[in-house]
């Protein structure tokens, strides 16, 4: 599912919830991917909007909980999905297209 957001039929925003880690179907819980926000309108509540409508989203399929991975070096998105009630869970793995820089798997209870 993904949701976007647009002012005067520009697209500012979107994010989009799978049911499932693409590379992983046994992991349990949907996943919010494809997370973007235009640098005009951050610092607005468009992130926390796009964020609930996952969260909504998932929660409506019956989903306990709700994941997503950021890269460790994205302080803001970070700090944004903490406002939002994710949390760490210890894991990590290389971001594919620089193995150098990790990213974090977060998540977020839904219920």
């Given at each position: ?49 796009l ?41 990590t ?19």
């Amino acid at each position: 599912m993904t949701f976007i957001a647009e002012r005067d039929s520009q697209w500012i925003g979107l994010a989009t919830g799978i049911p499932h880690e693409a590379d992983d179907p046994e992991r349990s819980g949907p996943v919010l991917v494809g997370m973007f926000v235009d640098p005009a309108e951050r610092g607005h509540g468009l992130g926390v909007t796009l964020v609930e409508a996952i969260a909504a989203w998932a929660r409506a399929r019956g989903a306990a909980c709700l994941y997503l991975w950021v890269t460790s070096t994205n302080n803001p998105a970070i700090a944004l999905y903490s406002r939002c009630g994710f949390r760490p869970t210890g894991e990590t793995r290389p971001v594919a297209h620089t193995p150098s820089v990790a990213e974090l798997r977060m998540v977020r209870d839904l219920q």
